[in-house]
């Protein structure tokens, strides 16, 4: 009965103390993250819908009235991924945040 292999109590509370630390370290750091993969995605989604915007024109001769014009013909969707709804001005064909 000596020679039994296994982990005291106090091994075992040192790996989940540090494990704990590790876990206190790597989380605000994800939600940071996911705060700047949604800007990314939204810029991205800026650029891609000012792009079918100027695909409008070259094919209608004209900017359209609104972005919902785009939309099956041109791009899938017209605002962030987020939800956030984009600006568009339609005289100069201007796409923004």
Do not use: H, W
Not at 17 to 28: K, Q, V
Not at 30 to 59: H, I, P, W
Not at 64 to 75: E, G, Q
């Amino acid at each position: 009965m000596k020679n039994e292999k296994g982990f005291t109590l106090v091994e075992m509370l040192v790996v989940l103390m540090i494990i704990s630390i590790l876990l206190l370290i790597a989380i605000p750091n994800m939600s940071r993250n996911n705060e700047v993969a949604a800007d990314k995605g939204c810029e991205a989604t800026v650029k891609l819908v000012q792009a079918q915007v100027y695909s409008y024109k070259f094919e209608k001769k004209s900017y359209p009235d609104n972005l919902s014009k785009l939309y099956p013909d041109f791009v899938d969707r017209y605002e962030c991924p987020d939800g956030s709804s984009l600006n568009y001005n339609k005289e100069s064909g201007q796409v923004s945040k």
